[in-house]
């Protein structure tokens, strides 16, 4: 299994620009997360899907995020117009509800920069 | 690494030493625990889980001890190793139907050899 895939591993941008990230959750999940980590304020949620369906998108900083989940082996993160703020670490994350554990396997994040 | 934070907690240790890294959750109806292992550019890696009907949990070098009553979570690994090192994060979520994980602010470990 090639575990969950995130694209682009690094991402350096100016502010305004839209950034787009991307994650392939391991197949067979019906859950994917997606989380931000910085160094103040740690590692946030910012919304989860079920079946494909978005459940919670109170992490969510603002509007300029917005998340997709188009089809059960793919999902983005989309921050337009991004700001020198949002520049951290994005997490995606997936699991399923069928193995009685909550374990979420993550990905190797996308270190995200705005200039 | 990406986790490292300014205030973050630090434990350093000797290799071959046991290690006890700490925990305090908030979230009194979490029934729910996971320890995840961080290392530099990595995503979170689990560890081990507890559930709330239990008080201790082990597997290979790493047991979780839990106490529901000052709602503490602890790591223990056994034969500190180098490449233990890592950022540590507890997290808490409930068991009754599914919810989303709460994630600590971590702890850094620090294996010296």
């Known amino acids: 299994d090639a575990g969950v895939i995130q694209s682009p591993r690094h991402e350096v941008t100016e502010m305004g620009q839209e950034v787009t990230l991307r994650c392939k959750p391991i197949?067979?999940?019906?859950?994917l997360f997606w989380y931000r980590q910085t160094m103040m304020r740690g590692l946030e949620l910012l919304i989860y899907?079920?079946?494909?369906?978005?459940?919670?998108d109170s992490g969510m900083p603002e509007d300029r995020f917005s998340a997709k989940m188009p089809n059960a082996s793919f999902s983005t993160l989309k921050i337009q117009p991004s700001e020198p703020r949002d520049s951290a670490v994005y997490f995606c994350?997936?699991?399923?509800?069928?193995?009685?554990?909550?374990?979420?396997?993550f990905g190797p994040g996308t270190r995200l920069t705005v200039t | 690494g990406e986790s490292v934070g300014l205030h973050l907690p630090t434990l350093s240790v000797q290799e071959g030493d046991n290690s006890i890294i700490n925990c305090a959750y908030s979230?009194?109806?979490?029934?729910?625990f996971i320890w995840y292992k961080q290392e530099s550019g990595k995503g979170p890696q689990f560890i081990i889980d507890?559930?709330?009907?239990?008080d201790k949990r082990q597997g290979q070098r790493v047991t979780v001890l839990l106490n529901k009553t000052v709602k503490h979570l602890s790591l223990q690994i056994a034969a500190t190793q180098p490449g233990d090192s890592a950022v540590y994060f507890c997290?808490?979520?409930?068991?009754?139907?599914?919810?989303?994980?709460?994630f600590g602010k971590g702890t850094m470990l620090l294996v010296s050899p």
């Open positions: 979230n009194s109806a979490s029934d729910y």
């Open positions: 997290a808490e979520g409930m068991n009754s139907g599914y919810s989303t994980l709460t």
């Open positions: 197949s067979g999940h019906d859950y």
């Open positions: 899907f079920n079946n494909n369906v978005p459940i919670d």
């Open positions: 994350a997936s699991t399923t509800s069928g193995r009685g554990s909550y374990e979420q396997y």
């Open positions: 507890i559930r709330s009907n239990m």
